[in-house]
């Protein structure tokens, strides 16, 4: 996984490259810039951070843990399929398509708990 | 509780100095050789004698947990703990396993703690804990340990005129919930008591805690107190459990809660560090922090005695 995404970075870095000439090529393209939202949470101390994030529809989030300790994502209503337990380092992603308030929890630690909250989206990053 | 409770400094300050202020009343800590203070001469006497129950309690092996230093790995230290087991002068009647066998509830995790616990050549009665129940299926546990146990792996045994009962906390948990037994476990234990002599002693054991120990850090089982009230008439109840990686112990009536040390890794006081992850202690003390627990009923004794053996003094 990890090297499809290199692979596919780099492409869109050299096609862009060869576009607007060399002084582009060494940049890390983010990856809203392949109109591919996406946004982060991390798992550190037990605690998701942020805890309650806001994303347009079609946004892939991904979960990293930084604990010494595996966790867990689990949808508080069965919104999404729950993760393979997470070990140290390891990440988990799903893309929200519809807009509205997703609770998750670890459900390993389910004290632990956060919200994502998909808005509709608007201009470039509309789905199609 | 929710993100936002967290969030708000003030609130949760006041929750931790509250916890701090129980754990300083509530809470008997071990002292030296982990024998607690309040129970301790007694304790120690019944132990020592000949005869009466003995068994065993191990917990949190958390086999695949390997995690740098200080923990040198998890087979080591649950292989020390299997060591002092085999040198013991009397061989005890079984031994009960309160959770966490694996780290990440992989087939070869469960292969390797079965490999060094078989070592003993003891029984072994099994409660999951949450790391044992992570597997996409949520079924190499039962697989494996779950065999002529109710729904998520609870039953009941009797042994040296003690009633056992193995309670599991740790299936089906709900976002924002503490450890969980539910309804249909609740109902079975109701009917398992039911009929059996209030001078029968009873232990039960599952691996997260039944009695609030913190419940910031998940420390304690939503329904504990519902199985709890089911076990009110019997004169000797004795709780054990593991998952928080330390002794504690608590005596409320006819009641006395347990918790265990993990042969793994010591986790924090409750409170004392920013999250309950693995406590990272030097090297020549994580022994200390370590250990195995060694059980003896009685008969004609209200208590249970129960010695928590560090894997170094
Ligand atoms: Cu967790």
Redesign the interface.
Same mark, same amino acid.
């Not at chain 1, 991390?42 to 604990?67: Q, R």
């Not at chain 2, 071990?30 to 006497?45: K, M, N, T």
């Not at chain 2, 003896?296 to 004794?301: A, K, L, S, V, W």
């Given at each position: 996984m990890l090297d499809l995404k290199t692979i596919r970075g780099s492409l869109v870095a050299a096609a862009l490259g060869a576009a607007c000439g060399p002084l582009l090529a060494p940049l890390v393209l983010p990856a809203w810039s392949q109109n591919k939202p996406a946004s982060g949470i991390s798992i550190d101390?037990? %605690?998701?951070s942020p805890? !309650?994030l806001t994303v347009k529809a079609g946004t892939t989030v991904t979960w990293t843990n930084k604990? &010494?300790?595996?966790h867990?994502i689990?949808s /508080?209503d069965n919104a999404f399929n729950r993760s !393979? /337990?997470l &070990? %140290?380092d390891d990440a988990f992603s799903f893309t929200f398509t519809t807009p509205g308030t997703y609770? *998750?929890?670890c *459900?390993? +630690?389910? +004290? #632990? #708990?956060? %919200?994502i909250v998909v808005e509709a989206a608007t201009g470039e990053n509309a789905m199609p | 509780m929710s993100a936002s409770d967290r969030d708000d400094g003030s609130l949760s300050r006041r929750k931790i100095l509250e916890c701090m202020t129980w754990v300083g009343t509530g809470i008997l800590w071990s002292v030296a050789g982990g024998v607690p203070r309040s129970l301790g001469i007694i304790d120690e006497a019944v132990a020592k004698e000949a005869g009466g129950l003995k068994f065993l309690q191990i917990s949190d092996s958390h086999i695949g947990f390997d995690f740098k230093t200080p923990y040198p790995n998890a087979v080591g230290t649950l292989s020390e703990c299997v060591g002092k087991i085999k040198a013991l002068p009397t061989k005890p009647a079984f031994m009960i396993h309160t959770g966490d066998i694996s780290h990440l509830s992989l087939a070869a995790q469960f292969d390797d703690a079965d490999k060094v616990i078989g070592e003993t050549r003891l029984d072994v009665h099994y409660v999951p804990g949450e790391h044992d129940f992570v597997d996409a299926d949520r079924k190499l546990f039962l697989e494996r340990y779950g065999r002529g146990s109710k729904g998520a792996g609870w039953y009941s045994f009797d042994a040296g005129g003690v009633h056992f009962i193995g309670l599991v906390n740790v299936y089906d948990l709900k976002a924002g919930g503490l450890g969980n037994l539910g309804h249909e476990q609740l109902e079975w234990l109701e009917a398992d008591v039911k009929g059996r002599s209030a001078s029968t002693p009873i232990v039960l054991f599952a691996h997260v805690p039944l009695w609030t120990v913190y419940p910031n850090w998940g420390w304690g089982t939503d329904d504990g107190a519902q199985a709890l009230s089911y076990l009110k008439r019997f004169g000797s109840v004795t709780v054990l459990n593991g998952h928080i990686h330390q002794v504690m112990q608590k005596v409320e009536g006819n009641v006395t809660f347990h918790t265990a040390r993990s042969t793994a890794f010591p986790q924090p006081a409750p409170g004392s560090a920013p999250s309950p992850g693995p406590m990272k202690v030097p090297a020549e003390k994580l022994r200390s922090m370590l250990g195995i627990a060694n059980v003896t009923y009685q008969q004609n004794q209200e208590r249970l005695a129960i010695i928590d053996t560090p894997l170094q003094a």
């Amino acid at each position: 996984m990890l090297d499809l995404k290199t692979i596919r970075g780099s492409l869109v870095a050299a096609a862009l490259g060869a576009a607007c000439g060399p002084l582009l090529a060494p940049l890390v393209l983010p990856a809203w810039s392949q109109n591919k939202p996406a946004s982060g949470i991390s798992i550190d101390n037990f %605690t998701f951070s942020p805890g !309650k994030l806001t994303v347009k529809a079609g946004t892939t989030v991904t979960w990293t843990n930084k604990d &010494d300790i595996p966790h867990g994502i689990a949808s /508080a209503d069965n919104a999404f399929n729950r993760s !393979k /337990a997470l &070990d %140290t380092d390891d990440a988990f992603s799903f893309t929200f398509t519809t807009p509205g308030t997703y609770q *998750y929890f670890c *459900y390993i +630690h389910p +004290h #632990m #708990m956060g %919200t994502i909250v998909v808005e509709a989206a608007t201009g470039e990053n509309a789905m199609p | 509780m929710s993100a936002s409770d967290r969030d708000d400094g003030s609130l949760s300050r006041r929750k931790i100095l509250e916890c701090m202020t129980w754990v300083g009343t509530g809470i008997l800590w071990s002292v030296a050789g982990g024998v607690p203070r309040s129970l301790g001469i007694i304790d120690e006497a019944v132990a020592k004698e000949a005869g009466g129950l003995k068994f065993l309690q191990i917990s949190d092996s958390h086999i695949g947990f390997d995690f740098k230093t200080p923990y040198p790995n998890a087979v080591g230290t649950l292989s020390e703990c299997v060591g002092k087991i085999k040198a013991l002068p009397t061989k005890p009647a079984f031994m009960i396993h309160t959770g966490d066998i694996s780290h990440l509830s992989l087939a070869a995790q469960f292969d390797d703690a079965d490999k060094v616990i078989g070592e003993t050549r003891l029984d072994v009665h099994y409660v999951p804990g949450e790391h044992d129940f992570v597997d996409a299926d949520r079924k190499l546990f039962l697989e494996r340990y779950g065999r002529g146990s109710k729904g998520a792996g609870w039953y009941s045994f009797d042994a040296g005129g003690v009633h056992f009962i193995g309670l599991v906390n740790v299936y089906d948990l709900k976002a924002g919930g503490l450890g969980n037994l539910g309804h249909e476990q609740l109902e079975w234990l109701e009917a398992d008591v039911k009929g059996r002599s209030a001078s029968t002693p009873i232990v039960l054991f599952a691996h997260v805690p039944l009695w609030t120990v913190y419940p910031n850090w998940g420390w304690g089982t939503d329904d504990g107190a519902q199985a709890l009230s089911y076990l009110k008439r019997f004169g000797s109840v004795t709780v054990l459990n593991g998952h928080i990686h330390q002794v504690m112990q608590k005596v409320e009536g006819n009641v006395t809660f347990h918790t265990a040390r993990s042969t793994a890794f010591p986790q924090p006081a409750p409170g004392s560090a920013p999250s309950p992850g693995p406590m990272k202690v030097p090297a020549e003390k994580l022994r200390s922090m370590l250990g195995i627990a060694n059980v003896t009923y009685q008969q004609n004794q209200e208590r249970l005695a129960i010695i928590d053996t560090p894997l170094q003094a």
